[in-house]
């Protein structure tokens, strides 16, 4: 099993930068990908970025390429998501989610209860 708890959001201005943090306990942080997803008002939970188990692989959903930069520290059990730049349309609740296995791109078993991004105009 997998605990998984995210802090970091807030209420931030457009333009203006957040980090999260995801800590995780349970099994080894080593053994699996870590991923963000969130969910805004109205809308599905949407992929947003995952991290291999090693951390030099990662992937990125194209609203978020070049502005949201995702990091891990394993000596830490710690997944980060350094969001810049930010815009109204990334207002949502940002969840950390843990993988099945080590790599990214597959399916993700483990959640947290999410933390709240609002971003105003």
């Known amino acids: 099993q997998v605990q998984l708890v995210e802090s970091g959001g807030g209420v931030v201005q457009t333009g203006g930068s957040l980090r999260l943090s995801c800590a995780a306990s349970?099994?080894?942080?080593?053994?699996?990908?870590m991923g963000w997803f969130r969910q805004a008002p109205g809308k599905e939970r949407e992929f947003v970025t995952d991290?291999?188990?090693?951390?030099?692989?990662?992937t990125y959903a194209d609203s978020v390429k070049g502005r949201f930069f995702v990091s891990r520290v394993n000596t830490e059990n710690t997944l980060y998501l350094q969001m810049n730049s930010l815009k109204p349309e990334d207002t949502a609740i940002y969840y950390c989610?843990?993988?099945?296995?080590?790599?990214?791109?597959?399916?993700?078993?483990?959640w947290g209860q999410g933390t709240q991004v609002t971003v105003s105009q």
């Open positions: 989610a843990g993988g099945s296995t080590k790599y990214a791109g597959g399916r993700y078993d483990y």
């Open positions: 991290i291999n188990w090693t951390g030099d692989y990662t």
């Open positions: 349970g099994r080894a942080f080593a053994s699996y990908a």
